[in-house]
């Protein structure tokens, strides 16, 4: 009867290390997408809030340019020629930014760089890229709802996601993007607040310390 009890107290104690062995594997993930990131692109995002930095996958824009005109204007534009219609810079009515359909193609012109992103429904590129300096590149996002930060080099490598997290009564992102030699980064800011984004800005900076 002992020698049956050792054998089952070895089989449950193995099934128990296994399982505890998985979880630690499972726990490690998500730092070692950021390391490979790091080897791959020379670059590491670090979120400044609660919202840890997200690996989960790489996001692609789903949304149509046209599509976002219409909701935001109740119009729709169509070409009858070759020539397809274009869709930037994207406006609403009252002169607020709607979105950027495309990478930005040219650095801040100054820092720090502010944009307001109001009235975007869906997303919006940064309006432009931005230097992560000597020290890092710091950006930060705001608006009344909630909203989720896409991070990409330069060149499109992607870097990783923040959700925006509650403060007060607003949405914030507060992240910073270091780099083994200065280079250029820009993010996608995604609207989750269910309709036009409101009281919404970004703010890139150069890191100080």
Request: with cysteine; proline share 4%.
């Given at each position: 009867?002992?020698?049956?009890?050792?054998?089952?107290?070895?089989?449950?104690?193995?099934?128990?290390?296994?399982?505890?062995?998985?979880?630690?594997?499972?726990?490690?993930?998500?730092?070692?997408?950021a390391?490979?990131?790091?080897?791959?692109?020379?670059?590491q995002l670090?979120?400044?809030?609660d919202?840890?930095?997200?690996?989960?996958?790489?996001?692609?824009?789903?949304?149509n340019?046209?599509?976002?005109?219409?909701?935001?204007?109740?119009?729709?534009?169509?070409?009858?020629?070759?020539?397809p219609?274009?869709?930037?810079?994207?406006?609403?009515?009252?002169?607020?930014?709607?979105?950027?359909?495309?990478?930005?193609?040219?650095?801040?012109?100054?820092?720090?760089?502010?944009?307001?992103?109001?009235?975007?429904?869906?997303?919006?590129?940064?309006?432009?890229?931005?230097?992560?300096?000597?020290?890092?590149?710091?950006?930060?996002?705001?608006?009344s709802?909630?909203?989720?930060?896409?991070?990409?080099?330069?060149?499109?490598?992607?870097?990783?996601?923040?959700?925006?997290?509650?403060?007060?009564?607003?949405?914030?992102?507060?992240?910073?993007?270091?780099?083994?030699?200065?280079?250029?980064?820009?993010?996608?800011?995604?609207?989750?607040?269910?309709?036009?984004?409101?009281?919404?800005?970004?703010?890139?900076?150069?890191a100080?310390?």
């Amino acid at each position: 009867m002992n020698k049956k009890k050792l054998l089952f107290t070895a089989v449950v104690s193995a099934i128990t290390l296994s399982c505890t062995a998985g979880a630690i594997d499972f726990s490690k993930s998500e730092s070692s997408e950021a390391e490979k990131i790091m080897q791959q692109t020379g670059m590491q995002l670090i979120s400044l809030t609660d919202e840890p930095v997200q690996y989960d996958k790489q996001k692609t824009v789903p949304y149509n340019p046209a599509d976002e005109i219409e909701a935001v204007t109740g119009m729709r534009l169509i070409s009858l020629t070759d020539s397809p219609v274009q869709y930037v810079p994207v406006t609403s009515f009252n002169g607020d930014i709607v979105r950027a359909t495309t990478p930005p193609t040219k650095e801040a012109e100054s820092y720090p760089y502010e944009q307001n992103w109001s009235g975007t429904v869906n997303y919006t590129f940064t309006k432009r890229y931005f230097s992560t300096g000597i020290l890092g590149g710091n950006f930060d996002a705001y608006a009344s709802g909630k909203f989720y930060a896409d991070y990409y080099k330069s060149d499109g490598t992607y870097l990783g996601g923040i959700a925006s997290t509650k403060d007060g009564n607003r949405y914030k992102i507060i992240s910073r993007v270091r780099s083994s030699d200065s280079d250029y980064y820009y993010v996608i800011l995604t609207n989750q607040s269910g309709s036009a984004s409101q009281n919404a800005t970004y703010i890139a900076d150069l890191a100080m310390d």
